[in-house]
């Protein structure tokens, strides 16, 4: 074994060398290699629940006292405990609650930044992407994939709110934000409602389509329908013994992921089932659609209902009991971990 041991002489020179360097922005690597290259993921993230039933009211009260227009786009961030002031739930995913009132409309822009959307609650209000409306209905998931045309409005006579999770933490990491806004505040509506499903949602393509590899879905709007649909057929025999019955969402041109930076899951839990200890790299931001549970999360107990959110920080191992029959949605950034060879899981 070596000797470790250093000579006071020694320290004081360490420290006066240290010292001249910090000037000249410079770090030994030799102090700070530990922290640097760990054996496993080290994340800041902690694990977190929103109770919806709990943030509801202050998202309302926020409708009363800021409009639509003022605010372009009227959220409140769930932001990580632990990173407070940095408007993300994970180290590269942001998600938030959005609220658009009867008669109101949150104008037309666009940005880099690739989103999802997730509705919770209200009926009537519509997304429009490059000029496509899709009327919003619970449990429906919708894509505004980097860099296209969007607005909402709610011409109903309910309030809409609806999970929004975007790459925002990823993108200014990466310093490629860019955003226009529209001269218009609503699009014109270029094609009829459900055209893109109707293209390209059947196993079906245009006779002419040609995707890139990281083209995003051409399809914008996952009907919550389908996919429960999905869920309850596959649900005979035994589920997997980590994740209950679990899907992916794609990109129906190319199998891979909506988005080429969010990934995004549905899942079912059998009334009175509980998952094996799980993990994987991937951060990930789970919303209650059905049911109720309650999530392990590296020995913290969180207990959830319909509309909770709650979210899983890289590397945690997540073991999840359901109460009553349950079916979660789920977003992370895998996409990008398997693109660039990093993602991995662990069963126990």
């Not at 800041?44 to 639509?68: D, K, Q, T």
């Not at 919003?136 to 994939?145: A, S, V």
Request: charged share 25%.
């Amino acid at each position: 074994m070596r000797d470790h041991t250093i000579e006071p002489a020694q320290v004081q020179a360490r420290r006066e060398y240290y010292d001249r360097i910090d000037k000249q922005n410079l770090t030994p690597l030799w102090e700070v290699l530990d922290r640097l290259v760990t054996p496993e993921p080290v994340s800041p993230v902690v694990p977190a629940l929103w109770r919806y039933a709990e943030v509801r009211e202050p998202l309302m009260e926020a409708g009363r006292l800021i409009s639509a227009a003022e605010a372009e786009r009227r959220v409140l961030i769930l932001e990580n405990p632990a990173l407070r002031g940095r408007s993300a739930i994970t180290q590269t995913m942001y998600a938030g609650l959005q609220l658009i009132m009867p008669g109101e409309v949150a104008a037309a822009h666009r940005h880099t930044q690739s989103a999802l959307r997730l509705l919770l609650e209200g009926e009537g209000a519509y997304t429009a992407v490059d000029g496509e409306r899709t009327t919003m209905r619970r449990g429906d998931f919708i894509l505004t994939p980097a860099w296209t045309w969007h607005d909402h409005g709610n011409p109903g006579i309910q309030p809409a709110i609806w999970l929004d999770g975007l790459d925002v933490p990823l993108v200014r990491t990466l310093d490629a934000s860019f955003s226009e806004r529209s001269s218009v505040a609503a699009q014109l509506q270029a094609k009829p409602e459900g055209d893109a499903l109707k293209r390209y949602g059947a196993n079906m393509l245009p006779i002419d389509y040609q995707p890139a590899a990281v083209s995003p879905s051409p399809v914008f709007v996952y009907p919550y329908e389908r996919a429960r649909e999905s869920l309850l057929g596959i649900a005979h025999g035994e589920p997997d013994s980590h994740l209950g019955f679990k899907l992916r969402y794609v990109n129906p041109a190319t199998g891979g992921s909506p988005m080429p930076t969010i990934g995004a899951y549905a899942q079912r839990l059998p009334d009175g089932f509980e998952t094996r200890p799980y993990r994987c790299t991937d951060g990930t931001v789970y919303v209650c659609l059905e049911g109720s549970g309650e999530a392990e999360i590296d020995g913290e107990l969180l207990r959830f209902g319909t509309n909770d959110i709650f979210v899983v920080p890289s590397w945690n191992v997540l073991r999840i009991h359901a109460t009553s029959d349950t079916h979660l949605f789920s977003f992370s950034d895998r996409p990008v971990h398997q693109a660039l060879g990093l993602w991995r899981e662990a069963r126990e």
